[in-house]
Antibody
């Protein structure tokens, strides 16, 4: 079964850091680009970051550029999002999603709350 | 403010047909990039509903259909059912902003 499972969310103070992980299974992870998408409470979906299958191409939304870093380890079938200098407006459910056009497989999400 | 514009809400009675619009610009939909649609049931992750403007993944009923013209796209749902009540999002690629979503449309089945 094709599956994505996010982990690493939690409560963090403003200015703090958090590292999210996404474990992939049921498909050849190294053949697919991956994304992080977030959803603030009661709001819509916001694309956060993209990484190509070989990590050669990386994109970020302007809202996280310079603060977040996407990476992957194809040997471990894992995707990561290092989040630094966190702000209250980063509070959201973070989803990892396979591919970009379209995002055809989604995880269930992990919740990040930035609050003092 | 989302790059792709959707109506905040639509509604319809069981059995009726509803449409949800998604309006972009010359840097995304108008540039020829595909439009995809996702369904998000309450409390769950988004699920791919329509890809490549008008294609349905396996398992999606043919009551759901998509189309694209110029800088806009539409999702149509016929034979509305109670279980269709959900949030619907369009998504495309933008030459500057990369991955872009619509603001989402809440479908209420009356």
């Amino acid at each position: 079964e094709v599956q994505l499972v996010e982990s690493g969310g939690g409560l963090v103070q403003p200015g703090g850091s958090l590292r999210l992980s996404c474990a992939a299974s049921g498909f050849t992870f190294s053949s697919y680009s991956m994304n992080w998408v977030r959803q603030a409470p009661g709001k819509g979906l916001e694309w956060v970051s993209y990484i190509s299958s070989s990590s050669s191409t990386i994109y970020y939304a302007d809202s996280v550029k310079g603060r977040f870093t996407i990476s992957r380890d194809n040997a471990k079938n894992s995707l990561y999002l290092q989040m630094n200098s966190l702000r209250a407006e980063d509070t959201a459910v973070y989803y990892c999603a396979r591919d970009l056009s379209p995002m055809d497989v989604w995880g269930k999400g992990t919740t990040v709350t930035v609050s003092s | 403010q989302s790059v792709l514009t959707q109506p905040p809400s639509v509604s319809g009675a069981p059995g009726q047909r509803v449409t949800i619009s998604c309006t972009g610009s010359s840097s995304n939909i108008g540039a020829g990039y595909d439009v995809h649609w996702y369904q998000q049931l309450p409390g769950t992750a988004p699920k791919l509903l329509i890809y490549g403007n008008s294609n349905r993944p396996s398992g999606v009923p043919d009551r759901f259909s998509g189309s694209k013209s110029g800088t806009s796209a539409s999702l149509a749902i016929t034979g509305l059912q109670a279980e269709d009540e959900a949030d619907y999002y369009c998504q495309s690629y933008d030459s500057s902003l990369r991955g872009v979503f619509g603001g989402g449309t809440k479908l209420t089945v009356l």
